[in-house]
């Protein structure tokens, strides 16, 4: 059928003196295009993010902007594709390669001309402190997560930026690796509660319900269901998650249980977030994408043939096949997007 989202969204944008929508865009990290039940999965349970497909818009072609996390994540801010933006790549050691400059204009600055509040919450990977593309530099107010990618390797870390400040966290850690990693530590951390996806959660609960009555602009990247790298090559295992919740029982490796019980975990989440919006009753005026930055990952030592995380596709992140850069993404409004409805043209998230 005709995507007729994006002409909603021309004609509202256009038209900010008669309306302006909260826009809130979720975007897990490595979730595949079959990862969801809504694009096929058969054996992770997504309920929520299933129900928000039924009750919006299924996008069955819509690409990410890389094959891989900070390129990606550029192309979002910016609308720039890879021939253009200035992030062309993940920068290993380099971090300055992958900060966004201050000519650069993002998405948020956009919507702060506009007049909405603006925050990000989780992952952000364009900049940090003392650079250029610092969130706080490039149009958010608020931030709160992670602002270096390898950080947000580890679901348990000592810290998260909260704006400038590092926010201590209830984790204690023991350095371990040749250059002394404050990483995953598997069994060997004596204390481990804060678990930063549910901090992400709680926090972007919070923000909403504080900014209910102003516009505003909500960019939630989530972490799941990233590996921790650095776990899986010292213990094994870099499917970090508090618990294995449903699946606790089935007789798959540790490694399977954790990438389908973090998934579960972040559907709960995202369907949390849809009531929070019937509650304060601003659903109809509140349009939430969600997506993926790429496609799926094999990093966590899981067993990817279990669960086909590229659905029909061929492929995987880092491959410019369809599976590394097809991307399971819904649209969601409320009286706006049709209910049921299902778009097959080609989108990229340079168009959002």
């Not at 996008?59 to 902007?65: I, K, M, N, P, V």
């Not at 960019?219 to 799941?224: K, V």
């Given at each position: 059928m005709p995507c007729k989202l994006?002409?909603?969204l021309v004609l509202l944008l256009g038209s900010f003196a008669q309306a302006k929508p909260n826009l809130i865009f979720i975007m897990a990290d490595d979730l595949g295009y079959g990862d969801l039940g809504c694009f096929g999965q058969k054996l992770i349970k997504t309920p929520r993010l299933d129900q928000m497909a039924k009750e919006g818009m299924k996008?069955?072609?819509?690409?990410?902007?890389s094959t891989v996390c900070a390129p990606s994540r550029s192309v979002l801010m910016t609308g720039q594709h890879m021939g253009h933006t200035h992030v062309r790549g993940n920068a290993g050691g380099d971090m300055t390669r992958q900060s966004l400059r201050d000519k650069d204009f993002t998405v948020a600055e956009a919507l702060k001309k506009a007049n909405y509040s603006t925050a990000l919450i989780g992952k952000w990977g364009l900049g940090e402190v003392g650079q250029e593309g610092h969130p706080l530099g490039q149009g958010f107010d608020y931030f709160y997560g992670y602002l270096n990618q390898v950080h947000a390797h580890n679901f348990y870390p000592e810290f998260l930026w909260k704006n400038f400040d590092k926010h201590r966290l209830r984790n204690e850690v023991q350095l371990v690796g040749k250059k002394g990693y404050a990483g995953f530590i598997g069994g060997a951390a004596t204390k481990r509660i804060d678990y930063s996806h549910d901090l992400f959660a709680e926090e972007a609960l919070s923000w909403i319900s504080k900014n209910k009555d102003n516009p505003f602009f909500l960019?939630?990247?989530?972490?799941?269901p990233h590996a921790n790298n650095e776990g899986s090559r010292m213990f094994g295992d870099g499917a970090e998650v508090p618990e294995y919740g449903i699946y606790d029982k089935m007789d798959w490796p540790k490694q399977d249980k954790g990438q389908a019980a973090m998934i579960t975990r972040m559907d709960k989440d995202v369907g949390r977030i849809l009531d929070l919006l019937g509650k304060l009753k601003i659903a109809e005026n509140t349009l939430v994408v969600f997506t993926s930055d790429n496609g799926p990952h094999n990093e966590a030592r899981h067993n990817p043939e279990r669960f086909n995380p590229s659905g029909p596709l061929r492929g995987m992140k880092r491959t410019l096949t369809e599976g590394g850069i097809r991307v399971p993404t819904i649209a969601w409004w409320p009286k706006t997007v049709p209910q049921g409805s299902r778009c097959d043209q080609p989108l990229y998230f340079g168009d959002l």
């Open positions: 994006l002409l909603s996008f069955t072609r819509f690409y990410s902007g960019y939630l990247p989530l972490t799941i």
